[in-house]
Structures are given as C-alpha cells and as structure tokens.
C-alpha cells in the first residue's frame, strides 16, 4: 500500500487502527490469473467480515455453514470486531482481506456477510498483493463493489455466491460445490421468470447488487457494462426507487451498453397489495419492464440469485451466454481450475 494511502486510511479509522498491527506473511510466487483454483474438501478457507459484523451466535453459525461444506473456516485475524456499524474499523477489515489472500495455507476465502463498508476499502486495496496470489473470492450484497473491482483491475474471476451467514438450501449447496470443488461449466435455467425483452447475448459477467452498482458510479472502480452481461438483484427497496438506480444507469449511458441483464429474484421490492395507492403505483414488473425496453438490450426476470434461499454461485468475470427467451445463462469453461 502506498504511505499516502496508508496514513490517510489511518487518519479514517482512528486511534484503533494505529494500534491494530497488520499481520504479514511471505509473498507466493506469481500464480495463473484468471480463474483461481478449485476448492477441495479438507482446504483452509479465510473468513471476513468486509463490511458488516454479525452477532456472535451469527457468527458462529456461519462457521458451522462453513464446516458443513468440508472446508475448515479460518477467521482472519480481526474478523467479526465490531466499530460503530462496520465489522472492524477500516484499517482491519482491510487487512483481514490482505492477510487471507496472502497467507499460502488459505486456499480460498468466504465472506461472513455482506452489510455495509466494502465501499470505503476500494481505494486501499493492493491490487499487486491479489494479482500474486489468486483464489476464491466469494460473496454478495455489499460484496458486490470488491468483487467487480477485483476483477476490473486483476482479472482475477470472482464469485457472487452465498457467504457464511447464508441459508445453505440444497440448491445453494450444491451449485457452491459444482461451480467451485467439481468444475462445471455455469448452466442456469430459470423457473417462473418472464421475458423482458427478447434476444440474446454474449458477454463477460459483472454485477451483482443494485445499489452497489449504483454505489461505484462516478468513481475507478465504476462496472464498465460495454459488450457485458450484467447481473442485478436487490432487497428491501421500493419500486420507485429501483426506478431511479435503473434510471441513474440509463442516464450515465453505462446500461444500454451492455449485451444483456439477467434479474435475480428481487425480494421486498414491490408495492403491498393493501397499499390504499396499490392501483396507481408502478409495480416492480411496470418498472423494469419499462427500463429494460429503455435499455433495448436483452432482459430476463427471476433467476436464482442474490437475497434469496436459493443462491446460485456466478462467475464475475467469466464469459457467459445469455438467452432471454428461454431464461438461460451458461458458459463453456468452468471459471475455476
């Protein structure tokens, strides 16, 4: 990290932080960048809390979740302390996400949670450390920012795909284990969706959260969604106000660039049915069925990722093919070796 980074960071978090060394361990040699390797059972995997903190029960249980998948969690040095809202102060949430990728013995790495914070670490981050020690990079949510800027300035493929806290479903379960121990090739179809607009598209996959997306617009770390398939999901927020992200995309002419948006399931984003306006207000489907032909790009509704049970692991990063007709993403390779 460079000094002026370095002290400026420190000036963020506080005395904590001076007081908080940041753990060191010998640089690997220059590994294959692109896609990391493959996970196995019994491997070392870091977990870290970039963003928000969970209870200490919470906490715990994503553990276990861990466990259960056959890889051994090891928590990074501060994980899961608690300063104000965020899961450490930036100083060590930031070198808990170092340490993890530099330490040889960890083979991968799985976020506790999402929360809120990534966005204040981007600018920190030593790219140069990640590019010489590529692994599994997981998460979503407020992941979202550090996976799409670790791909953007490494190439390095990540992974939007449940983090520990998660409800490990057998769906999710078993899509972490194709896409990240066997290999498979992406092969998402999905059920109970619909069309937004027609077509098809290839492209390398980006995205994630909604409001993240939105979050890195105006900075480095901006998605560039030209000739890209870009993945949206979100939670909690009103139709209007998935309008005005949608439209803020539209407006920064980042959307219509791109060669196809897959919707996830959005959960807690349309109008109550006993809303006493139910009848006059836009719905979610009014909303992107109306930015997506505004985006006159390919568009489908309702796979299965991102705030639900069900949560596919999605390569960032990877070459993809994409069919709105059939709702239908998948790729050729497998993203891992």
Do not use: W
Request: proline share 4%.
């Amino acid at each position: 990290m460079h000094r002026g980074k370095f002290i400026k960071l420190l000036g963020i978090t506080g005395v904590a932080a001076i007081c908080t060394p940041s753990p060191t361990f010998g640089h690997s040699q220059t590994r294959q960048l692109g896609r990391p390797e493959r996970l196995k059972i019994g491997d070392k995997v870091g977990v870290i809390t970039p963003g928000s903190a969970l209870s200490e029960s919470g906490f715990e249980e994503a553990l276990e979740n861990i466990k259960s998948l056959g890889l051994i969690p090891i928590p990074a040095t501060h994980a899961n302390k608690k300063y104000g809202f965020l899961g450490g102060t930036d100083f060590q949430r930031l070198s808990d996400l170092h340490e993890m990728f530099e330490r040889d013995d960890i083979k991968g790495i799985i976020c506790a949670r999402g929360g809120y914070g990534t966005g204040r670490l981007l600018e920190h981050l030593d790219f140069d450390l990640i590019r010489r020690n590529p692994k599994v990079f997981v998460g979503f949510s407020d992941i979202t920012a550090l996976l799409n800027a670790i791909y953007k300035e490494t190439k390095l493929i990540c992974f939007h795909g449940p983090v520990g806290a998660s409800d490990f479903t057998g769906f999710t379960r078993s899509n972490f284990e194709q896409t990240l121990f066997s290999g498979k090739a992406l092969h998402l179809e999905a059920d109970n969706g619909y069309t937004i607009t027609k077509g098809s598209g290839k492209g390398r996959l980006v995205g994630g959260n909604l409001t993240l997306i939105n979050s890195l617009i105006g900075t480095p770390y901006e998605i560039n969604l030209r000739n890209k398939i870009l993945l949206i999901e979100e939670v909690g927020e009103s139709p209007y106000r998935i309008d005005r992200m949608l439209t803020q995309l539209l407006n920064s002419g980042q959307l219509q660039r791109a060669n196809g948006i897959v919707f996830g399931r959005f959960v807690g984003c349309d109008i109550a049915s006993d809303d006493p306006d139910y009848k006059s207000k836009f719905t979610l489907k009014q909303v992107l069925k109306e930015r997506g032909l505004q985006a006159n790009i390919p568009c489908y509704y309702g796979f299965d990722f991102g705030h639900i049970d069900d949560n596919a692991t999605l390569p960032i990063g990877m070459k993809v093919f994409f069919d709105a007709d059939k709702g239908i993403l998948k790729s050729q390779k497998s993203a891992i070796r």
